[in-house]
T-cell receptor, first 113, second 115 residues
Framework: SAVISQKPSRDICQRGTSLTIQCQVD?????MFWYRQQPGQSLTLIAT?????????ESGFVIDKFPISRPNLTFSTLTVSNMSPEDSSIYLC??????????FGSGTRLTVV | DQQVKQNSPSLSVQEGRISILNCDYT??????FLWYKKYPAEGPTFLIS?????DKNEDGRFTVFLNKSAKHLSLHIVPSQPGDSAVYFC??????????????FGKGTKLSVKP
């Protein structure tokens, strides 16, 4: 299965600022997925990042708040913009991985103060 | 409304005994179910899956049972080991019907296996 490097692993940010999270995959993949896990909640899909086209956002998530880049088939970034304390979550990227469903990065634990 | 529910936020089991983690779903279009295990500061890792055409899938100490009529699945770990202590997520997808098969996750159950 694919190996994903995600960074930063954690950050503490001031409200109103933005944070960009990076994911690097060790193989070429068509789609990359970005998830959020708020405290005590399930993993929720934010958007699907496709190379060469705009990301597809799930209901409740918008591009202005979570802009995504996908410059090539092994890399993607998610930016959390104009952060507020409600954005404090774990953010994870993932890719489809054969018969195992999905492989996840190690996650970014974001705290907004 | 949650489509995948794990109603037990935590479970404590003695080492060597059986751990049973439960999961319920509401969407009858789901046809593939997965269990993921997550340690602190790590991403979820795949554990075991089951297709809706089966009612049981076994992999070593881990067995997943699916009851489609009840829209219920369970993960059995036997014997439980302290290293199994982690958060377990149930996930479901609807792979057929041309969908992307995006995973819908439950909130997770934190399993503690005590020596």
């Amino acid at each position: 299965s694919a190996v994903i490097s995600q960074k930063p692993s954690r950050d503490i940010c001031q409200r109103g600022t933005s944070l960009t999270i990076q994911c690097q995959v060790d193989s070429q993949v068509t789609m990359m997925f970005w998830y959020r896990q708020q405290p005590g909640q399930s993993l929720t899909l934010i958007a699907t990042a496709n190379q060469g086209s705009e990301a597809t956002y799930e209901s409740g998530f918008v591009i202005d708040k979570f802009p995504i880049s996908r410059p090539n088939l092994t890399f993607s970034t998610l930016t959390v913009s104009n952060m507020s304390p409600e954005d404090s979550s774990i953010y994870l990227c993932s890719v489809r991985s054969g018969t195992y469903g999905y492989t996840f990065g190690s996650g970014t634990r974001l705290t907004v103060v | 409304d949650q489509q995948v529910k794990q109603n037990s936020p935590s479970l404590s089991v003695q080492e060597g005994r059986i751990s049973i983690l439960n999961c319920d779903y509401t969407n009858s279009m789901f046809d593939y179910f997965l269990w993921y295990k997550k340690y602190p500061a790590e991403g979820p890792t795949f554990l075991i899956s089951i297709s809706s055409i089966k009612d049981k899938n076994e992999d070593g100490r881990f067995t997943v049972f699916l009851n489609k009529s009840a829209k219920h699945l369970s993960l059995h770990i036997v014997p439980s080991q302290p290293g199994d202590s982690a958060v377990y997520f149930c996930a479901a997808s609807a792979r057929s019907g041309g969908s992307q098969g995006n995973l819908i996750f439950g909130k997770g159950t934190k399993l503690s296996v005590k020596p």
